[in-house]
């Protein structure tokens, strides 16, 4: 490939990584698979070296990674502050089912609200309800802060795939 060709593909696939790394802040916006895809991407233009197949295998660890952890970080934060199952399992469900039917904030408003709803019926003391809901958001905080650092490591991780490349 010529260098200007590979100049180019490389800045492209940054680009996209870029807005796939910003896209991680609006919930809807898959960025970790964004990111991903532009690794593929780069690695179909350019060809799957030794190199490209061990990187692009621990890019799409990170990615499955990213893409667990809203759950992991607001069900063990909600389960910590002493929600139940059942609250988290209908809460997650929400959160997953608004998130299409009412885009963007819908599954940000609908996880948090049924929570509260679950733990209010179950116990009856809308401050725990409430407490146990602020739980859950701030899992949902860690895991967009776990979701962008693996994207800005996703994107290091490529940034050595170009350089082996071009080296």
Do not use: H
Not at 43 to 65: P, Q
């Amino acid at each position: 490939m010529p260098d200007w060709l590979q100049a180019t593909t490389a800045a492209a696939t940054l680009l996209i990584m870029l807005v796939g790394l910003f896209g991680l802040v609006v919930p809807i916006f898959p960025g970790g698979v964004v990111i991903w895809l532009a690794a593929l991407g780069y690695g179909a233009a350019t060809g799957f070296t030794t190199t490209g197949i061990v990187i692009f295998s621990l890019i799409t660890v990170l990615m499955i990674a990213s893409a667990l952890a809203d759950n992991i970080f607001m069900s063990a934060s909600a389960r910590r502050g002493g929600a139940s199952w059942w609250s988290i399992i209908a809460a997650l469900a929400a959160g997953a089912i608004f998130t299409f039917v009412a885009p963007p904030f819908g599954g940000l408003l609908a996880a948090p609200l049924v929570l509260y709803a679950a733990e209010y019926t179950r116990r009856r003391d809308w401050q725990q309800a409430l407490a146990i809901t602020r739980s859950m958001v701030l899992g949902c905080g860690w895991a967009f802060v776990v979701r962008f650092g693996l994207g800005l490591l996703k994107i290091g991780l490529w940034a050595i795939w170009v350089w082996r490349v071009s080296a």
